[in-house]
C-alpha cells in the first residue's frame, strides 16, 4: 500500500477561487508592506552595526539582572533576549543562555577590547562562571556594505531568473514567476516584521533559497503548461493551466513535503544560531508552494498567453528532441 | 533511454565509487586529522618520534586524507576585518624627504637665504624660504629630486608633486606614488600580521588582502578576537633617541625638531628627545629575551649591516652622551654611551620581568605594522558553542535522512529504494566534492546540506510521477519508464537551473557562512541531478533487465 498525498486523479479548479486567493495575497502583500514600515525589521548587527555577546551562565538567567549591572557602562542602546532552543525545551534542560545587543560605540568601528573587557567584568560580577561562547561585532562602515551588497545579490537573483525563464518561456511566464516570487520575498518580510525574528545576513541567504526553491515549483508547473499548451491546441487557457497544475499537483506535494520534513528536523534539532534561518526558509517553502499555484498561474492566466505555435512549431520540437536526448 | 553502453554504466559507478572513497575520511574525521598532523610534522623535523608515527600510520597512506575543513562557526575561534590606514604612511615619507630637500636647498643657500620646515600638514613637505622672490630657483632645485616611478600604471610620472605658494615650497606625493606606496604598506602589513598570527602558532590561519586596504584574518582555535587585536596590534615600535635633556613639566615649551616622551617607570620625568630617531625598528634583525650583568631579564637586539652601520658612527662621535631607548612612546632606558659600540648588537634593560621580556622580544622581531589598523568587523566563536553546532546538525541530518528515506519507500516502493540509494551516493558525492575541492563546511553549510536532501528527491520525483502517468495510458512497463525520465527531463533542467542561479549569485556575493551555504547547495544542485537522472536510471534499468515485469507499481 502506496502512501499517497494527493489522490491519482485529481481535477481541482484552482481558479474557481482565484479571486480570493489572488485578493488574500494581495492584502497580505499590503499588510506586509504596512508591517515593514510600521514596526520596521529587527535587523541583526550586521546590517546596523554594534555587537552582540552570547552568555551563557549556570545561575537561572535574570534579564534584569545583566540589565542593571549593565546600566553604569553607559553603552548605550542595550536589549538582553534569552535565547531558547527548542531542542533543549524537548528535554526539560535549562540552559541559561542570552543574547545582549549593544549598539555600535561613538568613535570605532567594531568594538573595542576595553569595552568588552568592562562587559565581561560587569557580568562577571553576578556569575563568576559566565561564559562567553560568541562575540560578534561589526562596524557601521561594513554594515553599510553589507546592506548594498544584500539588496544587490536579491535584485540579481531575481533579475537572472527573469531572464532565464523569458529564454526558456515566453515573457508571459517570466512576468508571472517573478511576481510570485516578490510575492514570496515581501511576504517573509513581512513575517519578520510582525514576529522581530532578528533579521541577519543568513536571512538574506535564506531568501535567495526562497527564490530558488519557489521557481523551482513555478517552473515544473509552467514546464507542464507549456507542454500541454503543445499538446492541446483547442483547449482554453484557463483549462490548460488547472490541467497542469493538477498533473503536478502530486509532486509539487511530495516535494514540499519531503523538504518540509528535513527543515522541520534542522528546525526542532538544529541549535538556535540558524533557527532564524531555517524558519525563513520553512515559510518560504510554504508560501513558495502556494504562490507557484496562486499567483504564478493567475498572472498567466490574466495576461494569456500566445497559442499560435504553428509558426514555430516546426523549430521548437527540433529544439526539443535536441533537449531530450 | 533506458539501454547503457558498458562504458558509460563504468564512468557511472566510478563517479560513485571515487566521490564515496572521497568522502571517506570524513568518517574518521579526529583520526584522519591526527594522522595528516603527524605526518606534517614528521616531514617538518625529518624525524619521527614512535607517538607520531603510530598516529601517522592510524590512518592507511593508499587512502585519500583530505578532509571537509570546518569553518569557524563550527571549530570556534576568531575572525577579524582589518583595515590598515594607508594614508599614514604619506606622513612619514614626507619626513624621508625632508632630508633631502633641506640638503638640496642649502646648496643654493646664496640665492635663497634660509629655511624653514613648516609643520601645518603631515602629508606634505612645507619649507618657508627667506626670500620669497626666489621661490622659482628653490622649486625648480626641489624639482631635480623627482625620481621616475616604476610601475605598470604609473609609467611617466614622477613621486613627488612640486608646487609653490607665496615663499613656501610644498611638496606631495603624486597618485602614482601614493597607489605604489599604499601597495608596499599593504604587502608590508600582510607580512607582518602573517608572521605575528604565526608566532601564536594556532593551527591554519587564513590571512587574505581584501579590496585595496583591508585584510581578512581567521584564526581557528584562538580564544577571542580580543586576544587575536592584541597579538596584531601591539606595535612595539622602537627607535633610539639623543636625549637632550629631562624635565619634570609635561608641557615644557620646545623646539620644532625636538619631542617630550614620559618614562616607563617614573611617569614623573620626562625626556626632551630629538625628534628624528638615530635608528628605528626598521633596522632590527633579532631579538631575544636574555639576562644582563645584574642578572635582570632584558633583551638582546641585532641590528642589520646598515643598522649597525649608523649605529656605530653614533656611537663613536658621541661618547659620553645620553641615548634613549624608545618603545611605544616610552623611554624605556636612557644609558650614557661609554664606548664605541661596533657591530650594531646591544642590550635594553629596564624594568622587565622574564615574561615581558619573551613578549617584547617576539614583537620586536615581528617588526612594526607600518601604518595602523582599525577593526571593522570581529567575530568569536567558542569551541563549545562549535562542538554543539556540529552536534546539533549532525542530529539534524541523520533525522532528516532517514525520514526523507521511510517517506520516499513509503510513497514510492521499490522505486523509492532506488531513489534512496542515489540519495545516500549524492550526500557522499557532496562530501567527497568539499573534501576534493577543500571548501570550507559552515553551519549554513549543513543547512544547504539538509536543504539538500528533502530537494535532491524533487528530480526522482518528477519522473515518478511522470512513470505513473505514462502507465495510465498502459505501453507497457519498460516504455512507461523511458517516458517518464524524457519527458521530465526539461522539467528537471530548468528547475534546477534556476535554483543554481541563485546559489552562484550567493556564492559571488555572499562571504564567510553565507558562502558556505552557497557551494554546498550548488554542490547539492549539481550532485542530485546527476544521481537522479544517472545512478537512479541506471538502477531501474538494471532490475528491469534481471526482473522483466508484466506490470510495474511505482
Request: net charge negative; with cysteine; charged share 20%.
Amino acid at each position: 500500500m502506496r502512501l499517497k498525498m494527493v489522490p491519482s486523479d485529481t481535477k481541482l479548479d484552482f481558479f474557481s477561487v482565484s479571486m480570493i486567493t489572488f485578493g488574500a495575497s494581495v492584502l497580505a502583500m499590503i499588510a506586509s508592506v504596512v508591517m515593514f514600515f510600521m514596526m520596521g525589521l529587527n535587523y541583526g548587527i550586521d546590517f546596523r552595526g554594534g555587537t552582540t555577546i552570547r552568555t551563557d551562565s549556570q545561575i537561572t538567567l535574570d534579564v534584569g539582572a545583566y540589565r542593571a549591572a549593565l546600566a553604569p557602562l553607559n553603552l548605550g542602546d542595550i536589549t538582553i533576549t534569552e535565547v531558547i532552543d527548542p531542542a533543549a525545551q524537548l528535554t526539560g534542560e535549562v540552559t541559561n543562555v542570552a543574547q545582549i545587543r549593544i549598539q555600535a560605540q561613538e568613535g570605532a568601528e567594531s568594538v573595542t577590547n576595553e569595552v568588552i573587557t568592562k562587559i565581561k567584568a560587569a557580568l562577571n560580577a553576578i556569575d563568576p562562571l559566565m561564559t562567553f561562547p560568541q562575540v560578534d561585532s561589526v562596524g557601521p562602515k561594513v554594515s553599510g556594505e553589507l546592506i548594498q551588497t544584500a539588496v544587490i545579490a536579491v535584485v540579481l537573483a531575481i533579475s537572472a531568473v527573469l531572464f532565464y525563464i523569458w529564454l526558456r518561456f515566453e515573457w508571459q511566464f517570466s512576468v508571472g514567476a517573478v511576481a510570485a516570487l516578490v510575492h514570496d520575498i515581501v511576504l517573509t518580510i513581512g513575517v519578520f516584521a510582525v514576529l522581530q525574528i532578528k533579521f541577519d545576513l543568513a536571512i538574506i541567504a535564506a531568501l535567495l533559497t526562497i527564490v530558488g526553491y519557489s521557481l523551482n515549483d513555478t517552473v515544473v508547473v509552467f514546464d507542464r503548461v507549456r507542454e500541454n499548451l503543445r499538446k492541446y491546441k483547442k483547449l482554453e487557457l484557463k483549462q490548460v493551466l488547472n490541467l497542469s497544475i493538477n498533473e503536478t499537483l502530486s509532486r509539487t506535494v511530495m516535494t514540499s513535503v519531503t523538504t518540509l520534513i528535513a527543515l522541520i528536523s534542522l528546525f526542532v534539532l538544529g541549535g538556535d544560531v540558524i533557527h532564524g534561518f531555517v524558519f525563513a526558509m520553512i515559510w518560504g517553502v510554504v508560501v513558495g508552494t502556494y504562490s507557484s499555484v496562486f499567483i504564478a498561474s493567475t498572472i498567466l492566466l490574466r495576461l494569456g498567453v500566445k497559442r499560435d505555435w504553428s509558426k514555430e512549431a516546426a523549430k521548437a520540437s527540433g529544439q526539443y528532441a535536441n533537449i531530450d536526448a | 533511454m533506458l539501454q547503457f553502453s558498458l562504458w558509460k554504466k563504468l564512468l557511472i559507478w566510478g563517479v560513485c565509487a571515487l566521490g564515496i572513497l572521497l568522502a571517506s575520511p570524513n568518517l574518521f574525521y579526529t583520526k584522519v586529522e591526527e594522522s595528516n598532523d603527524a605526518k606534517a610534522l614528521i616531514e617538518l623535523a625529518g624525524v619521527a618520534t614512535p607517538e607520531q608515527t603510530a598516529k601517522a600510520d592510524a590512518w592507511p597512506a593508499f587512502m585519500p586524507s583530505s578532509l571537509v575543513n570546518l569553518g569557524l562557526d563550527l571549530r570556534g575561534g576568531a575572525h577579524l576585518l582589518a583595515e590598515v590606514q594607508v594614508g599614514d604612511v604619506y606622513a612619514s615619507r614626507m619626513d624621508g624627504y625632508w632630508d633631502e630637500v633641506k640638503n638640496a636647498l642649502r646648496e643654493e643657500r646664496a640665492t635663497i637665504g634660509g629655511i624653514r620646515r613648516q609643520y601645518d600638514n603631515p602629508n606634505e613637505l612645507r619649507v618657508r624660504i627667506a626670500e620669497a622672490s626666489q621661490i622659482a630657483v628653490a622649486v625648480a632645485k626641489v624639482v631635480e629630486m623627482r625620481r621616475p616611478v616604476v610601475s605598470l600604471s604609473g609609467a611617466g610620472s614622477f613621486d613627488i608633486n612640486v608646487t609653490s605658494e607665496g615663499a613656501d615650497v610644498v611638496v606631495t606625493l603624486s597618485e602614482a606614488e601614493k597607489i605604489a606606496t599604499d601597495k608596499r604598506t599593504m604587502d608590508q602589513s600582510l607580512e607582518i600580521i602573517r608572521r605575528r598570527v604565526d608566532e601564536a602558532g594556532t593551527r591554519e590561519p587564513t590571512i587574505q588582502r581584501q579590496g585595496t586596504d583591508r585584510v581578512l584574518i581567521q584564526v581557528p582555535g584562538i580564544g577571542s578576537a580580543e586576544e587575536l587585536k592584541e597579538l596584531i596590534g601591539k606595535t612595539a615600535k622602537l627607535t633610539f633617541h639623543v636625549v637632550i635633556g629631562t624635565t619634570g613639566d609635561e608641557n615644557a615649551r620646545l623646539k620644532s625638531n625636538q619631542i617630550l616622551l614620559p618614562d616607563q617607570e617614573d611617569k614623573a620625568v620626562y625626556y626632551i628627545l630629538e625628534k628624528t630617531p638615530v635608528i628605528t625598528g626598521d633596522h632590527l634583525t633579532d631579538a631575544q629575551p636574555a639576562f644582563d650583568q645584574n642578572n635582570a631579564a632584558a633583551v638582546n637586539f641585532r641590528l642589520n649591516t646598515t643598522g649597525g652601520r649608523i649605529f656605530g658612527e653614533f656611537t663613536a662621535n658621541n661618547i659620553g652622551t645620553l641615548f634613549a631607548i624608545v618603545l611605544d612612546d616610552e623611554v624605556v632606558s636612557a644609558p650614557r654611551i661609554n664606548s664605541h659600540i661596533p657591530g650594531g648588537s646591544g642590550i635594553i634593560t629596564g624594568n622587565f620581568t622574564i615574561e615581558s621580556t619573551t613578549k617584547l622580544s617576539i614583537q620586536l622581531r615581528a617588526g612594526a605594522l607600518p601604518a595602523k589598523v582599525i577593526y571593522l568587523e570581529e567575530r568569536t566563536i567558542g569551541p563549545e558553542l562549535g562542538q554543539d553546532s556540529i552536534d546539533a546538525g549532525r542530529i539534524a541530518s541523520m533525522i532528516a535522512f532517514a525520514a526523507v528515506l521511510v517517506f520516499m519507500v513509503a510513497s514510492y516502493g521499490l522505486f523509492g529504494l532506488f531513489a534512496n540509494i542515489a540519495l545516500i551516493i549524492n550526500v557522499a558525492l557532496i562530501f567527497g566534492l568539499l573534501s576534493a575541492i577543500g571548501a570550507t563546511l559552515t553551519l549554513p553549510g549543513i543547512a544547504g546540506i539538509v536543504l539538500t536532501i528533502g530537494m535532491a528527491v524533487d528530480a526522482n520525483v518528477l519522473v515518478f510521477e511522470r512513470i505513473r502517468e505514462e502507465l495510465k495510458t498502459a505501453k507497457g512497463p519498460a516504455r512507461a519508464i523511458e517516458l517518464g525520465y524524457e519527458r521530465a527531463f526539461s522539467a528537471i533542467i530548468d528547475a534546477n537551473i534556476t535554483t543554481l542561479i541563485a546559489a552562484v549569485i550567493l556564492f559571488i556575493m555572499g562571504s564567510g557562512p553565507v558562502r558556505g551555504f552557497s557551494i554546498t547547495l550548488g554542490l547539492g544542485i549539481i550532485t542530485s541531478v546527476f544521481t537522479a537522472i544517472w545512478v537512479t536510471r541506471l538502477l531501474i534499468s538494471i532490475w528491469l533487465g534481471r526482473t522483466r515485469p508484466k506490470t510495474i507499481e511505482v
